[in-house]
């Protein structure tokens, strides 16, 4: 018997834990800077806004409300980024990276 006859005829390449598939990595990531990109706009928009509607605020509060809204913003992305993250690794990116887009109005035509 020789040593290659125990390995399986149709072997996956070893991808270390968490890595993305080589070819759809740039379109993930690409996507996940465009949606914390928008998700960061919309957050200075109502940061501002609310800001506004405040008046003065102390050191201590706005750095409650960046910490907050920041906060809440991550909860929000985090299902997005993890689903976007594990499709690219079972070769199903395309198909999320679209619905991304349509979701969340990605892309050239998105505007605030």
Known sequence: MH??????????????EGALTLDREPEVEATIASL??????V??????????RLGELSSTQE??????THGIIDQILHAPITAL???SEDNDSFAVI??????????RDSGP
């Open 85 to 87: 993250k594990a499709a």
């Open 63 to 68: 750095n409650a409300i960046e910490s907050l």
């Open 3 to 16: 040593p290659a006859d125990d390995y399986p005829l149709k072997q996956e390449p070893f991808r270390p």
């Open 36 to 41: 914390k990109q928008h998700f960061e706009a």
């Open 98 to 107: 679209e619905t991304v887009h349509r979701i969340f109005s990605l892309g």
């Open 43 to 52: 957050r200075q928009r109502e940061v501002k806004r609310t800001r506004g």
